[in-house]
């Protein structure tokens, strides 16, 4: 390999934190360089890989807290993500090609979850039943307000009132006012209902959060 060629195979490596190459990259390079990189196509070869290595990203992390019975396995199981670990005290941690989430369980201590799913996210996601008790919900506006209070700047939050599919579900609008959620201020937040069974409104929560994430 001349000496072009191993200076941008040690620039991609800086790129990735690595020297080690996939082995398809590096069949590309070894191609892109047999002849010196004289034949247009070789050369196409080895910058559609550099192009495909470069501008690869690292997964969106999200955290997804609700309580039990709220629906965030079937919520899991709708969007096809695959729990990959689980952590203690029954906290999971599901990914696709883009997203990994950590779920978990708003207990007593709904901060110290946050805290164990991870230090660093991207976006918060909570999962509420709608036909959840009134009591129930003013308990979540007690713990979550100030939890959400003490995110990072710039991690938007999204509310998916689940299970509204129910004849006895709450309203998105009775569900704000519940959680006191038009108190929140400088966070992007949203709130969506769905139901994670039929999977009515829960990709138009997810664009919203693509957007914001964006």
Partial sequence: MDTTWRTMCMIVASKRGTNKFPACVALALWDGASTKASKTG???????????????KPLVEMALLGAPGAGKSAFLKFVKYTVVASLPRGFEIAENKTYRIKTGII??????????LSSEFHALILMFDSCDTEER???????LLALICSLPPGVPVLCLANKQD????????AVVDLLGLHSLRNRSWYIQ???????????????WLRHVLK
Avoid: M, W
């Fill in 137 to 143: 919900f003013q308990y979540y506006k007690t713990h």
């Fill in 166 to 173: 129910f004849p006895d579900a709450k309203s998105v609008a």
């Fill in 193 to 207: 209902s769905c139901s994670c069974i039929t999977g009515d409104g829960i990709y138009e929560g997810l664009d």
């Fill in 42 to 56: 070789e050369r196409k070869g080895f910058f559609s890989s550099l192009k495909s290595l470069l501008t690869t």
């Fill in 107 to 116: 207990g007593n201590t709904p901060e110290h979850a946050v805290q164990l």
